[in-house]
């Protein structure tokens, strides 16, 4: 089992910045990508950005240019750093990671962290 642990969310203002910070511990070898969704009231969960081991990443066309993903491989730490918030950014935020063993793809799910952004 992995446990992911996250942190950083809040309320900001439009056209403000914050960090978020999602730690996995436990099993976490053969961790392949981690990543960001988020889930807005009446909406489906959506991706958000990933990178996998090999420091690839993606992004949601609607965060580019604005948000940027980073991983401290040594630490088993994904890291999202968003600026410019949008009132549409505002979601519950949930950090996903995948781990490959034994040729067998599993997923978890951390407990999710709120961003507001509001005036």
């Known amino acids: 089992q992995v446990q992911l642990v996250e942190s950083g969310g809040g309320l900001v203002q439009p056209g403000g910045s914050l960090r978020l910070s999602c730690a996995a511990s436990?099993?976490?070898?053969?961790?392949?990508?981690m990543g960001w969704y988020r889930q807005a009231p009446g909406k489906q969960r959506e991706l958000v950005a990933t990178?996998?081991?090999?420091?690839?990443?993606n992004y949601a066309d609607s965060v580019k240019g604005r948000f940027t993903i980073s991983r401290d491989y040594a630490k088993n730490t994904v890291y999202l750093q968003m600026n410019s918030l949008k009132p549409e950014d505002t979601a519950v935020y949930y950090c996903?990671?995948?781990?490959?063993?034994?040729?067998?793809?599993?997923?978890?799910w951390g407990q999710g962290t709120q961003v507001t952004v509001s005036s």
């Open positions: 996903n990671t995948e781990a490959r063993r034994n040729g067998v793809l599993f997923r978890y």
């Open positions: 436990g099993s976490t070898f053969g961790i392949v990508t």
């Open positions: 990178v996998t081991s090999e420091a690839s990443t």
